[in-house]
């Protein structure tokens, strides 16, 4: 499907979209896991807030997505999963179902259809990337700058994090291999569309870890998304790489002395998976809270509090102006063609499969 870069009127509760399991026993009581920041409050709006005021359920809110894989994969062991609805990348969301932590899920029964009768699947076409992952919004993981700290020469392509001599100062990155590997193939003068193909191999890898090494000293290593938007908005970083939806935040909700660098974006998929095993009752209020949250009024609304894209096209004609600020939400999403120039296309299934004896070897490199 085509992602597209519209954003929504606001409008009142369709109740009926989120009760499929209303028959059914559900728990009074939910934990949700999320990223925290910007992004977890846009979810509260959306979703949360009149999820609860519709159903009367206390929803209990967490911030460990960064951990989900691990700690999912520890509750299981000790048969003890005190997570209901979880959001994870797309590459997560295959680990942990392929692993079978995840429940499957029945698109287009257990999920809302189009207002126009378009079945769930058909509506999120190219986004239902496994059985177990329900889609909520297309983001990019980009760079931000200070303004005031390049010169009269602002940077314009990625590959300008690992200049250092027109770019003095520190940058910040993600403290894990994905990303930051592509990047520095990319600027080492690997070929976009053969960069996973050579990432795939030990050489390749030490090639990443060799060109990361020309800049090592000088970065600040991230691992919540709202770290670098926090550096940027300090001064501590002249550069940095997050998600662009925490980069709108500091950049037209703050209004900090920061701008955006498009160029080489990386577009991905955030998710909900439910963690397989839940109890009866726990399983059927994470169904009903999915379903409510991903129809296309919900994904719409959240496009009012940040910039990221609804993962279903149904959602992308409601998509308008920022709730608080009245301005256009178009022209600040990572899909909008004056933003996707040089776009790179994050390979889930690479990182699905390589993610944890890359992860090893990018932590040790770290430590050295």
Known sequence: MKFTTTL?????????????????HMANEMTIISWGGAYSNSQQKAYNEPYAEMTGVKIIND???AEAVSKLRAMNEANNITWDVVDVTAADSIRLCDEGLAMEIDFDEQLAAAPDGTSASDDFGDTLINDCAIPQIVFSTTFGYRTDLVGDTPPTSVCDVFDTTAYPGKRALEKRPIGNMEWALLCDGVAKDEIYDVLATPEGQQKALDKLETIKDDVIWWNAGADTPQLLADGEVVMGSTYNGRLFSVIVEQEQ???MLWDGQMFDL???????GLPDDRKARALDYVKFATDTQRLADQAKYISYGPARASSAPLVGKHAELGIEMAPHMPTDPANSKNTFFFNYTFWADYRDDVDAKFQAWLAQ
């Open 8 to 24: 929504l009127a606001s409008s009142a509760l369709t109740v009926a979209s989120g009760m499929a399991f209303a028959d059914a």
């Open 63 to 65: 911030e460990s997505s």
């Open 257 to 259: 002395p920061v701008a």
């Open 270 to 276: 955030d998710v909900w998976i439910i963690p397989a």
